[in-house]
């Protein structure tokens, strides 16, 4: 009842946001619901007020404001439509829907599993390309981008300086007592142990390391929000040539709690981010091509070498994740079906006290369980698709604030697109879906300035040149 009652009021606030003069203030909301969600749900299972087989109902509520704001602004556009007799829709926005319909033909044919989980399925297949266009759709302007862009390095900072203080100041009986076991008894269906849940610790040598895991109680999720927050102060430094006492303490603070988190993810994300801005020029495609050769390497590395990189590292499971999803393109090339594989669909199936759904630790082998080769193929055209627009963007603009806006957030996404070959937890809504939204406003608000100049440019032009009257007297003009 209190879960039920707590998303019907995120959609409520949504709506009411929405239809006020303070829609943006819809972002401040998805942001608190991503920062606070975990937490909430811990003490609601720890106090008994949700019970543990309801608590996955808690986590649903960004989902849940998202949705209605894509549904309204969905509408929005096609009221706009109706006036003008035009639908205009981009590429990207073309694409997303075919891949948006390819999802949903394996929902409707989906019947391996429940339906909770076959919807599960679905919302992890979807939502960040949804995210990207609730940010295109959202009619941002160039202060909303500013003001997100400064909300994403606070959230950034804010996760780095709580996160060393839980981490090494307080004891581990702080996450027990607000109910870190009996989340993770709900997510995982580990029974209570009076421990930390196993991703809490990295182990190097035997020994085992305390991590990070900040406000979201997730050391994973935390990793992605502060590596974006760095990656935005990096690349200002490099692309505007800038740099300020302020961003240097801060840029160490956050690369200091993104090394303890020890998310080999975040990490290679920005390492793809670096080669890319390294790599950039004057063509929108040239970063493009390198992302789908990043990509395609990635996969090839973790089916062709995998067992010798399990030599050096742990992570049995992502690349053996990656060779199942391969397995299943070539044995069932439209997939299993939603919700046959992922993370969050696991969980609703455990909780059910079922099987049948593989908890997935890469999503594209999770995506092509689920959705096979047409699924894959309509995803990656996705992806690449805003990478190149946000590049295109960034060519285009005549505002050196939009041009970094733009290249740091196509680089990070590209990042993201490579490490998600091997990597789920990075490609989710509380991980990435702040940056998927930031980077679909940066699209908006560009279009918009660029319909703008387009109109103030053919207006000039339409208007006639005056020409002087051979008559008129020379000095007339000055008296």
Request: glycine share 10%.
């Amino acid at each position: 009842m209190i879960a039920a009652l707590f998303s019907a009021g995120s959609a409520l606030a949504t709506v009411g946001l929405w239809f006020s003069h303070y829609r943006s203030t819809i972002l401040l909301l998805v942001a608190a619901l991503v920062l606070f969600q975990n937490p909430v749900a811990m003490v609601a299972l720890r106090t008994g007020a949700v019970p543990i087989e309801q608590g996955e109902a808690l986590l649903i509520a960004k989902e849940v404001v998202a949705l209605v704001a894509l549904l309204l602004a969905s509408f929005a556009l096609f009221a706009r439509s109706l006036k003008t007799g035009r639908v205009r829709l981009g590429r990207t926005e073309r694409l997303s829907l075919v891949y948006f319909a390819i999802v949903g033909f394996s929902f409707v044919t989906s019947d391996a599993v429940s339906l909770t989980a076959s919807l599960a399925g679905v919302r992890s297949l979807v939502i960040l390309p949804a995210l990207f266009l609730l940010g295109l759709w959202l009619g941002a302007t160039e202060d909303d981008v500013r003001n997100m862009q400064r909300l994403l390095v606070i959230i950034a900072a804010a996760l780095a300086i709580f996160g060393l203080v839980e981490a090494y100041l307080l004891p581990d009986s702080f996450w027990l007592a607000i109910g870190h076991e009996e989340y993770y008894l709900m997510k995982r269906g580990r029974p209570i142990q009076g421990l930390l849940y196993g991703n809490m610790r990295f182990w190097i040598d035997g020994t085992p390391v305390r991590r990070i895991a900040s406000i979201t109680g997730d050391p994973l999720i935390s990793s992605y929000l502060i590596a974006f927050g760095l990656w935005l102060l990096a690349s200002y430094a490099i692309l505007r040539r800038r740099v300020r006492l302020s961003m240097v303490v801060l840029t160490a603070i956050l690369a200091s709690a993104l090394f303890l988190t020890f998310s080999r993810g975040a990490f290679v994300t920005l390492g793809v981010a670096a080669v890319l801005i390294a790599l950039r020029g004057r063509r929108s495609l040239t970063p493009v091509w390198v992302t789908a050769l990043g990509f395609v390497t990635a996969i090839l590395v973790a089916v062709t070498l995998g067992d010798q990189i399990l030599q050096f590292t742990t992570g049995a499971g992502h690349l053996n994740q990656i060779k199942l999803g391969m397995q299943t393109a070539l044995t069932a090339p439209l997939g299993h079906g939603t919700g046959t594989a992922g993370a969050v669909a696991a969980s609703y199936v455990l909780a059910a006290g079922g099987d049948g759904t593989i908890a997935a630790d890469s999503f594209i082998g999770s995506l092509l369980i689920q959705v096979g080769l047409p699924g894959l193929v309509l995803f990656v055209a996705v992806m690449l698709s805003m990478v190149h627009e946000l590049y295109r963007c960034a060519l285009r603009s005549s505002r050196s604030t939009l041009r970094w806006w733009h290249v740091a957030a196509a680089t990070f996404l590209s990042g993201l697109f490579v490490v998600s070959t091997v990597n789920e937890a990075g490609y989710g809504f509380a991980a990435a879906g702040l940056v998927f939204i930031w980077a679909g406003m940066l699209v908006g608000a560009e279009r918009d300035i660029h319909t703008v100049e387009r109109v103030r440019l053919a207006s000039e032009m339409s208007q006639p040149t005056p020409v002087r009257s051979v008559l008129e007297p020379r000095g007339l003009a000055h008296g």
